[in-house]
């Protein structure tokens, strides 16, 4: 008997992991929403609201590299509707753009994680989310 649940368990745990890598644009949204809450640490690090620490900055772009090559893959023609999608038909019109923009992020993260004080951290913090918003603006519908 309890050799049959942890057989059932295990399957329902594969099938919901089999499920979640199927799902693309659940993949996107999460780790956009990882790189939302990476950039408002380093909002209030740029802003002065937090300390500058040096493994916290190197976490902040982590996140962002780790997205950056990540998310690319994660647009497959069939995922250009559902699942509340904010995605611009413009991701697909423009693939290869839409990859230089996260090229240039990915660059922008490895600038990054080298920052060894506020300002160099400012400076790099803020050409990512330079990066962030113009590729918001074309690849993203506004809601």
């Not at 649940?5 to 199927?22: E, F, P, R, Y």
């Not at 995605?87 to 660059?107: H, I, N, R, S």
Request: proline share 3%; aromatic share 8%.
């Amino acid at each position: 008997m309890i050799r049959t649940a942890l057989v059932a368990l295990g399957l329902a745990i594969g099938v919901s992991a089999v499920v979640a890598q199927s799902n693309p644009i659940a993949e996107r949204k999460d780790a956009m929403k990882s790189v939302g809450a990476a950039t408002r640490e380093g909002a209030a690090i740029a802003k002065g609201e937090a300390p500058f620490d040096a493994a916290k900055v190197q976490g902040i772009f982590k996140v962002y590299s780790d997205a950056a090559k990540k998310v690319p893959a994660l647009f497959p023609d069939s995922s250009k509707t559902g699942g509340e999608t904010t995605a611009a038909p413009k991701v697909w019109e423009d693939q290869a753009g839409f990859k230089t923009a996260f090229a240039k992020f990915e660059a922008d993260a490895a600038k990054g994680a080298g920052a060894t004080d506020l300002a160099s951290f400012r400076a790099a913090f803020g050409d990512a989310t330079k990066n962030c918003g113009s590729c918001h603006e074309v690849y993203r519908i506004k809601k």
